[in-house]
């Protein structure tokens, strides 16, 4: 990426260019910011390994403050990644999560919010993981830079080529249900990254909290596109 233009001044100039990402608008009153902090008890009281009991509690969540769709998770330092091996390192365990979050039902459609080809895309088929994940390559004022889809559902990846064109405004995917999504509650993971570091169908989604000030940077608020009033 050219280091004399910031991504998030660019994606902050075209925000009136996007299209949704998902067939839902997170702007009405059905809407609720999620907390998966420490600070949630009822998570803290839930078996996170048991997906039904963890579904459960996110439906909760809702239902207490008469949502049908939660939001939220940009910077958040989360104790969930605890249930999954897949999220510890040596020194110090991965909490801080880079993109947001949308918890809604599995099959919901899900959409480029601007012109775009396909990078690459997977099954990142792991305990936690992303499950069938899409990363999108996009170019705005001549800056490279991408989007990522995960938890979405298996039958998102079949029939997609590296470089497949999509228009602004298309659907390329649906939300997963569990386990196929990589045992998570139904939801979009949406992340945007000014670069991918070399990586094919896999980006870090969780950071350790030393690591802050460099994936700051590197994956500006996906807010930004989504511009969700629930949202910072």
């Not at 602004?168 to 939801?187: C, F, Q």
Request: proline share 5%.
């Amino acid at each position: 990426m050219d280091k004399s233009k910031n991504l998030s001044e660019i994606l902050s100039r075209h925000r009136h260019a996007f299209t949704r990402v998902l067939d839902a608008d997170l702007n009405t009153d059905a809407v609720a910011t999620l907390d998966f902090t420490a600070q949630n008890t009822l998570l803290k009281k839930t078996d996170l390994q048991d997906t039904d009991a963890f579904n459960d509690a996110v439906q909760q969540m809702l239902q207490e403050q008469n949502a049908t769709v939660g939001v939220g998770g940009y910077l958040e330092d989360r104790f969930i990644y605890r249930r999954s091996k897949h999220f510890d390192v040596q020194a110090e365990s991965r909490n801080l999560h880079l993109g947001i979050d949308i918890w809604i039902n599995a099959g919901t459609a899900v959409y480029t919010p601007l012109d775009a080809i396909v990078h690459s895309f997977q099954d990142n088929d792991n305990f936690g993981d992303y499950g069938p994940t899409i990363i999108l390559e996009h170019e705005l004022e001549g800056v490279k830079f991408y989007t990522l889809y995960g938890h979405l559902s298996r039958t998102s990846l079949e029939g997609l080529q590296v470089g497949k064109p999509f228009a602004a405004g298309e659907k390329i995917a649906e939300v997963g249900p569990y386990p196929e999504n990589g045992n998570w509650p139904p939801h979009l993971h949406f992340q945007v990254m000014q670069s991918m570091e070399g990586k094919q169908g896999d980006f870090p989604g969780v950071a350790t909290s030393s690591e802050k000030a460099k994936y700051e940077e590197l994956c500006p608020n996906p807010n930004l596109i989504l511009q969700s009033r629930h949202l910072p």
